[in-house]
């Protein structure tokens, strides 16, 4: 029990209350997480795939709950912090055909003895799908689609009342509750098509990239953001709008393995350039330039226990004009589930060895019973010396038979 209670308590401590609108699910130990920035999975026909469909899923949860009376040093009253991220993928292999399709769900929620309500502070939803045709086994066109949002209204919730301040326009208003964006935005869709290729490649370092033509569409008009909190006339916010981009797109990573397999990192940088944008600055493509940078790391403690750590680094003037980071460390307790994966196709050394150790088997085998027959045929008896056949006896009343020498 006590130990429950540490892990639970760590994982609170742990968990980062990054932004609501565009904070990062947590990766998977199992597989890296797709994200529309970022693509998670290497474009590389690999032998352990199984041919067909193949799926996984891996579901995360922690909590921490704290409660203080009369602790010197401590807010009096209740705290409690809980999340849950869910990562699942369907995927299809057929020659040279892939077919991957990736979602992510991340939700996370506290209270505090400051502010008695709970408070989202991360939602993300995230659906990829990633088409590879395989000219060569590591290089071919690709075509991909993506999209980012979240799920729920997000609202910036403080304990007294805050003044806020409109960047563009001066205007000030105040709230406890400042509603920052609805439902399912800002929702973000991007698609891209091109060339993706892989010069090297093995289980502790993949390096990949692709190149082509990408498009991205926000919709985010009417929804905020906050700029600055330390504006001298209260909290400075700016109304977003949407955004809409198409031009050259780059990406590079790498991601591997260690540890058995135990550990699991990924590090991707992607670039979209441009040429046409809705922009109503009329500002160059060099300045428009959306530049994303992720890292991330997992740690399979054990089989349902794994450590996560994920870093972005976003630039993208025209939506906002600042760079968004954003960082979380989560200590979570999982579940997952794959499908079967096939064995390792044998090489034609492989098989060779085995057919002369199966010839090698069968001719012991063949050795072992013949001495064993003969064995057995020295432990029998001699067989009795023959006899000769006695004189026939004439029948009563005949005479005895004559050999041709007595006939006369």
Do not use: C
Request: glycine share 6%; aromatic share 8%.
């Amino acid at each position: 029990m006590r130990k429950t209670l540490a892990i639970l308590t760590l994982a609170g401590a742990f968990t980062s209350q990054a932004a609501a609108q565009s904070a990062p699910a947590p990766i998977s130990t199992v597989k890296p997480a797709a994200t529309s920035y970022v693509t998670g999975d290497t474009p590389i026909k690999d032998i352990k795939k199984p041919q067909g469909i193949a799926y996984g899923i891996t579901v995360a949860a922690n909590l921490n709950v704290a409660s203080n009376k009369s602790v010197v040093g401590q807010i009096e009253g209740n705290s409690v912090l809980f999340g849950a991220s869910a990562l699942g993928n369907i995927n299809y292999l057929r020659d040279r055909h892939e077919w991957l399709n990736n979602l992510s769900l991340a939700e996370t929620w506290s209270r505090t003895p400051a502010i008695d309500t709970f408070v989202k502070s991360n939602d993300s939803l995230t659906l990829e799908s990633l088409y590879n045709y395989f000219l060569r086994e590591w290089t071919g066109p690709f075509l991909r689609a993506a999209a980012q949002s979240s799920i729920l209204r997000t609202q910036r919730i403080t304990a007294a009342t805050e003044t806020y301040v409109n960047n563009e326009t001066g205007a000030l208003s105040t709230a406890s509750r400042f509603n920052l964006s609805d439902t399912f935005q800002p929702f973000t869709l991007n698609e891209s098509t091109g060339w993706f290729f892989q010069p090297f490649r093995s289980e502790a370092f993949n390096a990949y990239g692709r190149i082509g033509l990408g498009g991205r569409h926000t919709f985010a008009e009417g929804a905020r953001a906050i700029v600055d909190e330390d504006d001298e006339r209260g909290v400075a916010y700016t109304v977003l709008k949407d955004v809409h981009q198409a031009g050259a797109e780059l990406f590079g990573g790498l991601d591997g393995k260690a540890v058995e397999g135990r550990l699991l990192y990924n590090l991707g940088v992607s670039a979209l350039f441009p040429f046409a944008n809705n922009d109503d600055a009329d500002r160059s493509i060099a300045k428009l330039t959306k530049v994303a940078v992720q890292a991330a790391a997992g740690m399979k403690v054990t089989s349902w226990l794994a450590v996560n750590y994920q870093l972005k680094v976003i630039r993208d003037v025209q939506l906002i004009n600042a760079v968004q980071v954003q960082n979380a460390l989560l200590l979570s307790l999982q579940y997952t589930k794959t499908s079967p994966t096939p064995d390792k196709p044998k090489s034609e050394a492989d098989l060779a060895k085995e057919r002369i150790a199966a010839l090698e088997s069968a001719l012991q085998t063949a050795e072992q019973r013949a001495a064993a027959a003969e064995s057995r045929l020295n432990t029998l008896p001699p067989e009795p010396a023959a006899q000769p056949e006695p004189p026939a006896v004439p029948a009563q009343g005949l005479p005895a038979p004559t050999t041709p020498a007595q006939q006369p």
